[in-house]
């Protein structure tokens, strides 16, 4: 494995704990908001959306911090390469 490629991953795994981190901080902060005062007309639908967008950044990110590189089944191998034309004659 190259330097690179660490490099790549150890990037990968702290975005992914970093947005998995925001996701529900931004959620539990949302909530604290919506229990000190009853504005359920907006809060509920927003909460929705919310939720929604928090689960998708967690999984985002649970997938970013969890992907294993370097693993066979995660690259596809090299196609073969093309044999080369058969010479034009007669």
């Known amino acids: 494995m190259s330097i690179h490629a660490i490099d790549v991953e150890q990037r990968a795994r ?3 704990k970093a947005l ?16 000190r005062r009853s504005y359920a007309a907006l809060a509920i639908p ?15 990110g649970y ?8 693993d066979a089944p995660d690259y596809p191998s090299e196609p073969p390469a093309d044999p080369p034309p058969a010479p034009a004659g007669g």
């Open 20 to 35: 998995m981190a925001g996701s529900v901080l931004q959620l539990l902060l949302f909530l604290l908001g919506v229990r």
């Open 46 to 60: 927003v909460l929705g959306a919310l939720v929604l967008v928090s689960a998708l950044a967690f999984w985002v």
């Open 63 to 70: 997938t970013m911090a969890t992907t294993r590189f370097g």
């Open 14 to 16: 702290l975005l992914g």
